[in-house]
């Protein structure tokens, strides 16, 4: 069984820096694209960063020049590193993995969720 873990938010104050990590664990035959979202309360789910399995990148408008996205593949670890947080960044953040389970290539790509883990960044 697959499990994408968050960990790393909490309390920060405006200007902080946070590191946000998620593990995918169990039985994994690839990793495809990987990513991060973020649902504030009364909000709709939004993107933040997305990576490819060949390490490129993409940032919404909001988390151009203050998040970095990342992973190692050797672990299927997947990072992001945010600086200069702002009040607007409070919210729950999801890890995302689109991935094929088991230990075969055969089965299709799924999507896989973690619990979230919540930022908030307040004085």
């Known amino acids: 069984q697959v499990q994408l873990v968050e960990s790393g938010g909490g309390l920060v104050q405006p200007g902080g820096s946070l590191r946000l990590s998620c593990v995918a664990s169990g039985s994994i035959f690839n990793i495809n694209a990987m990513g991060w979202y973020r649902q504030a309360p009364g909000k709709q789910r939004e993107s933040v960063a997305g990576?490819?399995?060949?390490?490129?990148?993409n940032y919404a408008d909001s988390a151009k020049g203050r998040f970095t996205i990342s992973r190692n593949n050797a672990k299927n670890v997947l990072y992001l590193q945010m600086n200069n947080l702002k009040p607007e960044d409070t919210a729950v953040y999801y890890c995302?993995?689109?991935?094929?389970?088991?230990?075969?290539?055969?089965?299709?790509?799924?999507?896989?969720w973690g619990q979230g883990t919540q930022v908030t960044v307040s004085s």
């Open positions: 990576i490819t399995s060949d390490g490129s990148t």
């Open positions: 995302n993995a689109n991935l094929k389970p088991g230990s075969a290539g055969w089965r299709p790509w799924y999507d896989y």
